[in-house]
C-alpha cells in the first residue's frame, strides 16, 4: 500500500469511528431527551431551525393585540376562530408556554368551551408538572360544569378537578366545588363523606361554614334515606358534630389525599 | 515549531483578520441592544416579559453564533484558495491538516469571543432586572458553543470542494435541516415504505442533529436540564466535528492547489 493510499484510509477508519461514536452518543442524548420530558419534540409541529421560543413569544405578542381588539369588528365566530388557531400556533412553538394555556382558557370560555377545553386538554399533556398548578384543570372543571350537558357535564368536572387538586396549594373552593358535584351527581348519601371529610380537615376558621353544609346534607339524608346504611351513617355523622367536632383539633389544610381516601 | 504552534498560528491569523470585519460589529451592536432594552418589553407583553427577555437573549447568542460559523467559515478556506495565498502558507513547514484545524479554531474563536459579549451583556441585564445572576444560561450556552463547533466544521468540510457562496448555501442548508432532524424517526416510524425507511434512518444520523443543542424553550422557562444530557451532546458535537473534519481533511490533502 502506498503512503497516499494508507492516509486515505486511516483517515476514513478514523471518520468511521467518530461517526459511530456520534451515533451512539446521538442515542443517548435522545433517551435522557425522551425520559427527561424535555420539550418533546413530536410536539412541535412548526420547526424553526430552533428559534421557536422566540417565534413563540412573537406570536404571543401579537395574539395580545388580537386578544385586546375584542370582536367588535367582526364576526363573532370569526373572531373565536382565528383567536383558538393563533393559541394553536403558539402552543405548537411552544408547548410549555403556561400563560398562553390560561389566558386562552380564559378568553375562549364563553364563546367556544369545547376549544377551551381543548386547551386545557393540551396544557394537562404537556406543560411540565412543576410549572404546572392547580388553576388550569380549575378551569377545565368549570367550563365542564357550566357547558357541558349530560353525564358528561359531572364526569369532565370531577376528573379536572382530581387533576387540579393533584397539585399543591388549592384554596378550599376547589374540594368545596367537588363536593358539590359529587352532591349533585350521587345526591346527598354519596356526598356526606366528602363534605365531612373536608370539615374533618379543614382550617378552624373554615368549620363553620362547613359544618352547616354537613349538617344540610346530613339532614337530607335522613329525610329521605336511599338505605339503612345511609340512614346509619348521617346520624353517626350528627352524632359526632353535636360531639363536639368544632372543639376538634384543627388539622392540616384538605389535601388531594385525604379527600380521596373518602 | 509544533503542529499545535502551527494551528494556534493559523487560528490567531484567522481571529485578527475578522477583528477587521465591521458586520461583526453591527451584528453584535444589534443583539446587545435588543438585550439591553429588554426591561422595557413589559409594554409589549402580558405578564411573560421575562421570557421574552431571556428568549431573545439565546436567540441572538444563537444567531451570533450561526452567521458567524456560515460566513466566516466559509470564507475563510474559500478565500485563501481563490487568492492563492494558502501556496505561500502551504509552503512553509504547515501541513494541510493543520491549515484546516487552525482555520476551524479562529473561527470558533470568533464565535466563541462574540458569544460572550453578548452573554454577559445579557447576564448584566437580568441580574439588574431579577436581582440574581441566572446561573441556568449557562447550559444553553455551552451547547450553543458546541452547535457553533459542529456548523463551523460543516462550513469548512463544504469549502474544500464546494465555492464559497454555495459552501454558505448549503451549510445554512445542513443547518436548517439538522434543525429537523429530529423529525426524521417519525417519517421513519410511519413510512411504509422500506427504502423511505432506511434513508430517513441514516438521513437522521448522517445530517448533524442540532435539535440535541437546542434546549432554549426549557432554560427559557427555568426547567432543569440534567447535565448528563449536556454532557452526551457535547461528546456528539465532539465527535461529530472530529469526523467531519478529518473527512474536510481527506478531502483538502488530494485537492490540486
Not at chain 1, 443517548?28 to 425522551?34: G, H, L, P, S, Y
Not at chain 1, 387540579?164 to 378550599?172: K, N, Q, S, T, V
Not at chain 2, 487560528?11 to 465591521?22: H, M, P, Y
Not at chain 2, 505561500?88 to 458569544?115: E, H
Amino acid at each position: 500500500m502506498s503512503g497516499g493510499t494508507k492516509e486515505t484510509v486511516s483517515g476514513l477508519v478514523l471518520a468511521g469511528i467518530l461517526f459511530v461514536g456520534s451515533v451512539y452518543m446521538s442515542n443517548r442524548a435522545t433517551k435522557i431527551r425522551d425520559a427527561e420530558d424535555l420539550l418533546n419534540p413530536q410536539l412541535l409541529h412548526t420547526p424553526m431551525a430552533g428559534f421557536e421560543p422566540l417565534a413563540a413569544d412573537i406570536q404571543w405578542i401579537q395574539l395580545v393585540q388580537f386578544m385586546g381588539m375584542g370582536y367588535s369588528s367582526g364576526k363573532k365566530e370569526v373572531y373565536v376562530d382565528r383567536l383558538y388557531r393563533r393559541f394553536d400556533r403558539l402552543t405548537s412553538l411552544d408547548p410549555y408556554f403556561t400563560i398562553a394555556y390560561h389566558y386562552g382558557t380564559l378568553f375562549l370560555s364563553v364563546e367556544a368551551p369545547e376549544k377551551a377545553l381543548s386547551i386545557v386538554d393540551r396544557g394537562l399533556d404537556y406543560i411540565p408538572r412543576e410549572e404546572l398548578d392547580w388553576k388550569l384543570p380549575f378551569y377545565g372543571a368549570f367550563i365542564s360544569y357550566q357547558y357541558c350537558e349530560g353525564d358528561e357535564r359531572y364526569a369532565k368536572s370531577l376528573k379536572y378537578l382530581d387533576a387540579a387538586m393533584d397539585h399543591e396549594g388549592y384554596p378550599l373552593y376547589v374540594p368545596t366545588f367537588r363536593a358539590m358535584i359529587v352532591e349533585r351527581k350521587d345526591g346527598p348519601a354519596g356526598a356526606l363523606n366528602e363534605w365531612y371529610k373536608l370539615y374533618q380537615n379543614c382550617d378552624p376558621s373554615d368549620k363553620t361554614f362547613l359544618r352547616g353544609n354537613v349538617e344540610r346534607v346530613a339532614s337530607e339524608v335522613l329525610k329521605n334515606p336511599e338505605s339503612p346504611e345511609a340512614k346509619q351513617k348521617a346520624e353517626e355523622v350528627l352524632k359526632e358534630l353535636n360531639k363536639g367536632g368544632e372543639e376538634a383539633p384543627p388539622k392540616k389544610r384538605a389535601t388531594r389525599r385525604n379527600v380521596s381516601e373518602t | 515549531m509544533t503542529p499545535v504552534h502551527n494551528v494556534l498560528v493559523v487560528a490567531q491569523g484567522t481571529f485578527v483578520r475578522q477583528l477587521r470585519n465591521k458586520i461583526l460589529y453591527m451584528l453584535i451592536i444589534v443583539c446587545t441592544c435588543f438585550v439591553g432594552v429588554g426591561s422595557m418589553y413589559h409594554i409589549l407583553t402580558l405578564d411573560s416579559e421575562v421570557k421574552l427577555m431571556r428568549d431573545l437573549a439565546l436567540a441572538g447568542i444563537s444567531l451570533m453564533g450561526m452567521v458567524v460559523a456560515i460566513f466566516i467559515g466559509s470564507n475563510e478556506v474559500g478565500k485563501e484558495l481563490r487568492e492563492g495565498t494558502v501556496d505561500a502558507l502551504l509552503s512553509k513547514p504547515l501541513g494541510r491538516d493543520q491549515f484546516l484545524l487552525g482555520k476551524f479554531v479562529g473561527t470558533l474563536w470568533v464565535a466563541l469571543v462574540n458569544i460572550a459579549i453578548i452573554g454577559v451583556g445579557f447576564l448584566v441585564v437580568m441580574s439588574f432586572y431579577e436581582g440574581k445572576i441566572w446561573v441556568d444560561l449557562a447550559r444553553s450556552v455551552i451547547l450553543n458553543v458546541f452547535e457553533v463547533g459542529v456548523l463551523v466544521s460543516v462550513a469548512i468540510f463544504f469549502t474544500t470542494f464546494l465555492p464559497e457562496a454555495v459552501s454558505a448555501v448549503v451549510t445554512f442548508l445542513v443547518f436548517l435541516l439538522g434543525h429537523g432532524a429530529h423529525m426524521l424517526p417519525m417519517i421513519s416510524e410511519k413510512a411504509d415504505h422500506m427504502p423511505t425507511e432506511v434513508i430517513a434512518k441514516g438521513l437522521y444520523y448522517l445530517i448533524p442533529n442540532f435539535h440535541h443543542f437546542n434546549i432554549r424553550a426549557a432554560v427559557g422557562h427555568e426547567l432543569e436540564v440534567p447535565w448528563s444530557y449536556v454532557g452526551f451532546t457535547i461528546l456528539y458535537g465532539l465527535f461529530y466535528t472530529g469526523m467531519v473534519l478529518s473527512l474536510a481533511s481527506l478531502i483538502f490533502r488530494k485537492r490540486e492547489l
